[in-house]
Nanobody, 127 residues
Framework: QVQLVESGGGSVQAGGSLRLSCVASGLGYSSNSLAWFRQAPGKEREGVAA????????FYADSVKGRFTISQDIARNTWYLQMNNLGPEDTAMYYCAALQARLPPEVILDAGRYGYWGQGTQVTVSS
């Protein structure tokens, strides 16, 4: 059984930073797609960043390019989202997600493609 557990959310002022972590159990090491999504109240879930297991090639939404960095620690079955220069527009519930397949780059930030989700961690940025 695959389980994903996020941590690291919180409240910061604009310009601040947070690092989210997602620990996976039962996922196994294969050609996985690992991602972060977010959902603000009244809005659709948005893909933020993604990466393939064992690679250094990230994918980002335009809204976070240059501010967010996705990374992974295979030995710890963990991936991270380092978020810098946060703004109020980044306020949302953040979810990690995984799929035991390598998604094509053009859909790697498509929430509907992912089969495993964490419970979410809240990020609140005040101005």
């Amino acid at each position: 059984q695959v389980q994903l557990v996020e941590s690291g959310g919180g409240s910061v002022q604009a310009g601040g930073s947070l690092r989210l972590s997602c620990v996976a159990s039962g996922l196994g090491y294969s050609s996985n797609s690992l991602a972060w999504f977010r959902q603000a109240p009244g809005k659709e879930r948005e893909g933020v960043a993604a990466i393939y297991t064992g690679t250094e090639t990230p994918f980002y939404a335009d809204s976070v390019k240059g501010r967010f960095t996705i990374s992974q620690d295979i030995a710890r079955n963990t991936w991270y989202l380092q978020m810098n220069n946060l703004g109020p527009e980044d306020t949302a519930m953040y979810y990690c997600a995984a799929l035991q397949a390598r998604l094509p780059p053009e859909v790697i930030l498509d929430a509907g493609r992912y089969g495993y989700w964490g419970q979410g961690t809240q990020v609140t940025v005040s101005s």
